[in-house]
């Protein structure tokens, strides 16, 4: 799966710098750039090719809606997110008969943001591989209409074996503080290369709050916490 390029339109420079530190603690994600108006958006994208666009919807000229409606009559092949503070009814009904693909309110965490485009990229793979497809396909990834039971079933990817998960949250669960994975590693007795693979699988999950610490110097450092009222299905263990 190629790289989604995101272009963020936001007129609040501190609003867009999060929205850029967020995007970049995720993987298969490039920016782009960042645009201050709906017309700026508009021109840039005449130039270059966007997947999605993180877009405001009270910004001054254009507004994020009327930028969506723009870009639904010029027909441009991108999606959109609405990261905005609107929680009107109006705001949200229209920017869903737009076609939003999702609508954030803020203030939010960064596993809201983080499971946003998560769920976003996990549809393009899934559209990108698609031949065919059966009502239940529909259901299930793109509508979120999976039964109690197909929701309760767990398949580990390669390298996340059961017996060690069980290891693993036990351990994450029970912390109170923030934790380094190779602090992570020491707990629960396995390799640095390995906790990685079990502590991406629970962020992934929604269950890992990770958040990169910028020290004076060098690289981040990133600090996982547990989501406090997440929990890991019995039946998954």
């Not at 993987?27 to 508009?42: I, M, N, P, T």
């Not at 079990?198 to 690289?219: C, P, T």
């Amino acid at each position: 799966m190629k790289m989604i390029r995101v272009m963020i339109v936001e007129d609040d420079p501190m609003v867009a710098d999060l929205n850029r530190r967020y995007l970049e603690q995720m993987s298969g994600f490039v920016l782009l750039g960042s645009c201050r108006s709906g017309e700026e958006a508009l021109e840039a994208l005449q130039e270059t090719e966007v997947d999605l666009l993180l877009v405001d919807v009270y910004m001054p000229g254009m507004s994020g809606l009327d930028l969506i409606n723009h870009i639904r009559k010029e027909q441009y092949s991108v999606d959109v997110i609405l990261v905005t503070a609107a929680k009107d009814q109006k705001s949200i009904l229209e920017a869903l008969r737009q076609g939003a693909v999702d609508y954030l309110v803020k203030p939010f965490q960064f596993d809201r943001f983080q499971g946003a485009l998560q769920r976003y990229r996990q549809r393009c793979e899934w559209m990108n591989d698609l031949k065919q497809v059966s009502q239940e396909d529909l259901d299930r990834k793109v509508f979120s209409r999976a039964q109690p039971e197909e929701r309760s079933a767990l398949i580990l990817p390669k390298g996340v074996e059961r017996n060690t998960l069980r290891r693993v949250w036990e351990s994450v669960s029970s912390v109170e503080q923030e934790f380094t994975a190779e602090e992570m590693a020491v707990v629960v007795g396995i390799s640095q290369v390995s906790i990685r693979k079990y502590l991406k699988f629970l962020q992934e999950l929604g269950l890992l709050i990770m958040e990169a610490q910028y020290g004076a110097v060098g690289r981040p450092v990133n600090q996982y916490r547990y989501n406090q009222g997440a929990s890991l299905p019995k039946n998954w263990l």
